[in-house]
């Protein structure tokens, strides 16, 4: 069964990304503590990364966050979908308008401009159809940034929450819930490891 996963990186504060995030400034000042445990040698930390992007049939984004991963401060040949792992699963951008050109060609990119739920839709699809016939499908991941995991909230489109919670207070930067709706989660299994708490929820 194909699940939908919000699978985000987070502060001690809430913030998914520091002051002033950008195509030409990363993950904003301060954020790329945020991804510290991704690049870890811990074999804990390997673990969860290599089991996350194993599970990935398509992966959902916002156009914010593309024009980061796209732009010239942002993946390259040996940094990309899982870090270390390099996952190529298909990608789906919810925007309101394609961009005029797309850096990482060599990446399956899909732009949907008809909103967050059809994104959605479009990546199951994806998904399912990269699941093997037999066993477990492969599930959609929303990666982010926060605005659209948020929204995918309000929506009630998310099954499951990953969150990677890194020992850094940011201060400020964009935060990842905004407390307009509540949620009851279930606790599914939580792994310690000297760069971050990875904390698995499933969504009531």
């Known amino acids: 069964m194909t699940r939908v996963i919000a699978d985000i990186s987070v502060s001690l504060d809430g913030f998914v990304t520091g002051p002033g995030p950008g195509p030409r400034h990363g993950p904003g000042s301060g954020g790329e503590a945020l991804h510290t445990w991704a690049f870890s040698d811990d074999p804990d930390d390997r673990r969860v990364l290599r089991e996350g992007t194993a599970r990935s049939g398509a992966v959902v984004l916002g156009r914010r966050l593309f024009d980061l991963v796209d732009g010239p401060a942002g993946w390259d040949d040996t940094t990309g979908y899982g870090a270390g792992e390099v996952g190529r699963p298909g990608f789906v ?63 009630g489109l998310v099954d499951a929450l990953s969150l990677h919670l890194a020992p850094v207070v940011l201060g400020a930067g964009t935060p990842l819930f905004t407390g307009r709706t509540r949620r009851t989660l279930g606790q599914r299994g939580a792994t310690v490891t000297s760069t971050a708490t990875h904390l698995f929820y499933d969504v009531r």
């Open 93 to 155: 951008v919810v925007t309101s308008a394609p961009p005029e050109s797309v850096r990482l060609t060599d990446l399956d990119w899909t732009f949907v401009t008809t909103g967050l739920p059809d994104a959605v839709a479009a990546a199951r699809e994806r998904a399912e159809a990269a699941s093997p016939e037999s066993g477990d499908g492969l599930d959609v991941v929303l990666m982010g940034g926060g605005a659209t995991i948020g929204s995918a909230f309000e929506a």
